[in-house]
């Protein structure tokens, strides 16, 4: 190949390459207006919208709970099953009775009842 | 969604987010039906989505001046590539920092940009193997800000999967475009 035949060919070659990248782009953005990769410009956005139809949203999400929700359970300390159940007002007599607080007895009774339950579980 | 982090009163934070949730929740879940596959894919960018909307204060929608929509879709772009790299390279694989920078952002709205027919792009991407499909919408995937610079991670989980190098990685995109492009020429 002569020296002027390379640099035709080489041009050829940048020009295909340019080519290829213009197209890249192009693609790139059809793509992500049809639903095949995340929209990135708001024209994307409104194309995608645009073309594709609507689908019904799961009925877990049709309230955002579920993201608040992951929150509240997150354990600081995970605490062993066969604890006595320290949620609501169980906790509360648990502290009267240990601050030497008289308790009455329909009280004592729920306790009792707790306690059965929790070594059931 | 400053406003809403910003609330003292977690009740009120609450109703703020649900109603900023009510109103997109529905295109967000289209996005990601439409792109992620299967429902639990699409359970787990939504949800990553949004927990990031949340909770990440480097989000900020406020600096960018995108639609809601299109700032949650970049968001939700991070939130797939990041599932799926570390379900490829395990959970403790490292990604970059997926915070949405300016710089991040595509202002440019190519006149052009929208130009190939959806019929015509279908039947050429049909051309195409699994192999090289997922490849090259990975690299595409990085395209947005024209750096064409597709971080490590990534690359390391293509080629764990396909079991191949990052030279054959590049010839498999460089494939693929190409044919997809000649599909295309011959038939307009």
Redesign the interface.
């Known amino acids: 190949m002569t020296s002027a035949g390379k640099i035709v060919s080489i041009s050829n070659m940048n020009k295909m390459s340019k080519d290829l990248d213009v197209f890249e782009a192009k693609l790139g953005s059809a793509l992500r207006s049809s639903g095949h990769l995340f929209p990135g410009t708001d024209s994307e956005m409104e194309h995608f919208l645009e073309q594709t139809d609507p689908v019904t949203l799961p009925e877990k999400y049709q309230t955002p709970d579920f993201i608040f929700e992951e929150d509240v359970h997150v354990p600081v300390k995970k605490v062993s099953i066969n604890t006595v159940d320290f949620s609501g007002s169980a906790k509360n007599w648990a502290l009267a009775a240990r601050n030497g607080k008289n308790l009455p007895q329909s009280i004592l009774d729920k306790m009792k009842e707790d306690k059965k339950r929790s070594q059931k579980k | 969604m400053r406003v809403v982090r910003e609330q003292k009163d977690t009740g009120e934070a ?1 109703e703020a ?2 109603k900023i ?1 009510n109103k997109y ?3 967000l ?3 990601c ?3 992620c596959g299967d ?1 639990s894919n699409a359970d787990l960018v ?2 990553a989505t ?2 990031k909307v ?1 909770n990440n204060p480097s989000y900020d929608y406020n600096q960018y001046s ?2 809601f ?2 700032w949650m ?2 968001i ?2 991070r939130a ?1 590539l990041d599932i799926r790299v570390k379900a490829i390279l395990g959970s403790d694989a490292e990604m970059p920092e997926i915070a949405v920078a300016p710089e991040d ?3 440019e ?2 006149d ?5 027919n ?1 019929k015509l ?2 039947e050429a ?1 049909h051309q195409l193997s699994e192999k090289e499909y997922d490849v090259l ?1 990975t690299y ?2 990085y ?2 800000d ?1 750096k064409k610079h597709v971080p490590d991670q990534i690359i390391e989980a293509l080629k764990t999967k396909y079991q191949t190098t990052s030279v054959n990685l590049r010839k498999i995109k ?1 494939r693929a ?2 044919k ?2 000649d599909y295309i020429d011959k038939r307009r």
């Open positions: 609450k987010f649900g949730y929740k529905n295109d879940w289209r996005l039906k439409s792109i429902d939504f949800e949004w927990r949340l995108v639609s929509n299109t879709s970049k939700a772009n797939w952002f595509n202002f709205e190519a052009e940009s929208i130009s190939i959806e792009l279908e991407l919408l595409i995937e395209d947005t024209q460089s475009l190409q997809v492009k």
